[in-house]
């Protein structure tokens, strides 16, 4: 079993209104992520500036971006239910093929599986192939956050997925998160997706969330990814 990639996203519209976004990513690469997803450029360019170590998987625009990852939306992401054309996802993937830039797949229901599953048919997916599967996320196009439903979104995935979870309800989040560990997957936290600690406390700051996981990960007996391995992992080079 690969070593165990922890992700962070600290920057969404769950993080507490004034908190400094860049402290949050410090104090999570700090605690063990080795990938911190981020949002906007702005904090993306500050980040790989200070942690040239961390992964850093930037926001949804391709221009200017160095050649690192970015977020390939799969299916819709909306609170509420539309359709993805799949004309823009073909030609954004296209785009990132062309430019060398990695995607990371982000699905929010069975449906982005089937659209990875069209790329890879298509010559516009390569292997191997990061995904974060998200649940429990509110709207009309969330998955529950439930073990069944992960089991099927693992069992719906194509071949050489690299697949993370990230669960978006703070009660399941830590029942999920050690079944995606064991289950050999690996693992999403931070106060995009679900600012409180297993107490129903708030964390004072996302390295907090990074040490549940990384503490579990070590009564699982797995191994945490450092940066570098996380890139051989995924299939990322380093950075030059």
Not at 148 to 177: H, M, Y
């Amino acid at each position: 079993m690969d070593d165990l990639i922890v992700s962070a996203a600290c920057d969404g519209p769950r993080s507490r209104a004034g908190d400094a976004a860049l402290g949050r990513y410090t104090a999570a690469h700090a605690a063990g992520a080795a990938v911190l997803q981020v949002a906007t450029d702005e904090v993306a360019a500050a980040l790989r500036a200070g942690t040239p170590d961390a992964l850093v998987v930037g926001g949804a625009e391709l221009a200017g971006l160095p050649v690192e990852p970015i977020d390939l939306h799969c299916g819709t992401d909306d609170d509420v239910y539309e359709l993805f054309r799949r004309d823009v996802l073909r030609e954004r993937a296209q785009a990132l093929l062309d430019a060398g830039v990695k995607p990371v797949s982000e699905t929010f229901t069975t449906g982005g599986a089937w659209n990875m599953q069209l790329l890879i048919d298509e010559g516009l997916l390569p292997a191997p192939r990061a995904v974060t599967l998200v649940l429990g996320r509110p709207g009309g196009t969330w998955t529950p956050p439930t073990l069944d439903a992960l089991e099927l979104r693992v069992r719906s995935l194509p071949p050489g997925c690299v697949w993370t979870l990230a669960v978006q309800d703070p009660e399941a989040a830590w029942k999920l998160l050690p079944v995606a560990i064991a289950m050999g997957g690996h693992v999403r936290v931070g106060s995009e997706d679900n600012p409180y600690l297993p107490t129903g406390a708030r964390a004072a700051h996302d390295g907090e969330l990074v040490d549940v996981v990384v503490a579990a990960a070590g009564q699982l007996g797995r191994s945490v990814a450092t940066p570098s391995s996380a890139r051989r992992i995924l299939g990322i080079a380093e950075p030059a």
